[in-house]
């Protein structure tokens, strides 16, 4: 199993979901610009499900050297790499900033899962289980910087789930909504429209053993952003959200 953003929450809760579900690999590898940190992961991986797991650094905000990664390869991949940043009040004129949010959310992301998309399409089978957000659906004034980099991830996992069809390979968007994680703590979260890493993580394995191609981890979310998306342009741009 590789995992890409290893230190997420919701990356930790699946990999124990799946593990305490009796799904056994020969490694997984945990992919991480903070190894210090997964080290105590990878270290609890070991001691309560007798796993095996390798630490691989990557930080996309550098240059990835992919020849350190030749030796990798699974049938499963669970991407949770992702950075909120400030939201527009905060950050919009913050130029690094906005480079970090595109950055790690799209355009140093993607050539790292094409890379193992190759892979996985030359073994013809596997499931790439990938994080976007609810944010992408539609922009708002709140945070169309982050939104507009997850609608760019959502389009391309939409693109990629339609061309490795035929090549057996199986991609699961995934739409979390409002998370209580290290990323959102402080934000005022509403708590009925907020899911746990713990719920995330049942609600994204029941997706993945259905072979789902989209999941919104809360199901009310699909039906706030079904009324979101439709309203119409000229009231849209007058809402505050």
Not at 10 to 15: C, E, I, T
Not at 49 to 71: A, K, P, R, T
Not at 121 to 144: C, H, K, M, P, Y
Request: some cysteine; glycine content about 8%.
């Amino acid at each position: 199993m590789i995992v890409l953003g290893s230190n997420s929450d919701v990356a930790q809760a699946f990999v124990e979901k799946v593990l305490g579900e009796g799904e056994k690999f020969p490694k997984i590898y945990l992919f991480t610009s903070n190894t210090e940190t997964t080290q105590k992961f990878a270290k609890h991986l070991e001691v309560k499900y007798l796993q095996n797991s390798e630490i691989v650094f990557l930080d996309l905000m550098q240059e990835v050297n992919y020849s350190n990664f030749d030796h990798i390869s699974s049938p499963l991949l669970f991407c949770a790499a992702g950075y909120l940043g400030e939201g527009t009040d905060e950050g919009l004129y913050n130029l690094k900033n906005t480079e970090r949010i595109i950055d790690i959310n799209y355009a140093k992301l993607v050539p790292v899962l094409n890379y193992f998309v190759h892979k996985m399409e030359s073994r013809r089978g596997g499931t790439i289980i990938a994080l976007s957000s609810v944010a992408g659906d539609r922009g708002r004034q709140s945070n169309f910087i982050y939104g507009s980099a997850k609608a760019g991830f959502t389009a391309y996992l939409s693109g990629l789930r339609n061309y490795l069809f035929d090549k057996k390979v199986h991609v699961l968007t995934v739409k979390p909504g409002f998370m209580a994680t290290k990323m959102t703590e402080g934000l005022p979260l509403n708590p009925k429209l907020t899911a746990t890493p713990k719920q995330a993580a049942g609600s994204i394995y029941k997706a993945y053993k259905k072979r789902k191609n989209v999941a919104y981890v809360l199901p009310v979310w699909w039906l706030i952003m079904l009324i979101i998306k439709h309203i119409p342009e000229f009231i849209f741009k007058k809402l505050k959200l």
